[in-house]
């Protein structure tokens, strides 16, 4: 069941792999969740082990901890890549735009363009930043 499990919540992330691109940050956040359960539930199947356990019992705990603390720390990676795209295609827009912008232009004229794109990674930005929940 776990490996089931596990395959479940990384799939958003190997979509995103397949096609070049970060997941939502909907969809990292939720794979992290699954992820986050599924080491908790190795953790306490490691737990359970008695005296009467055999070592391969105790290695094979220790493989599922290995692994899902593996791939919990390969999600928490992802919902940071995830939270911070918006943030770089904002601002790779607001580089655009200024670099875009003649040398016979008038700041006036220009003034709408990089307003509206100021804007947009100002917004990303207070996103990421309450995202994080930042003291």
């Not at 070592?55 to 290995?66: F, G, I, Y």
């Not at 601002?91 to 735009?97: K, N, V």
Request: proline share 2%; net charge negative; aromatic share 4%.
């Amino acid at each position: 069941m776990k490996l089931t499990l596990k395959a479940l919540w990384s799939l958003p992330l190997l979509l995103a792999a397949c096609g070049g691109g970060t997941p939502s940050v909907a969809d990292a956040e939720a794979a992290l969740c699954g992820a986050i359960d599924d080491f908790g539930s190795s953790l306490a199947a490691y737990g359970q082990l008695t005296a009467d356990s055999t070592v391969d019992e105790l290695q094979t705990a220790r493989e599922d901890v290995v692994s899902s603390y593996e791939a919990m720390k390969t999600a928490a990676n992802t919902v940071q890549d995830a939270r911070i795209v918006g943030v770089e295609t904002a601002y790779a827009d607001l580089q655009r735009t200024v670099d875009g912008i003649s040398g016979r232009d008038t700041l006036g004229e220009a003034a709408t363009q990089v307003s509206e794109s100021l804007a947009t990674v100002q917004t990303a930005r207070e996103q990421l930043y309450s995202d994080l929940s930042c003291p």
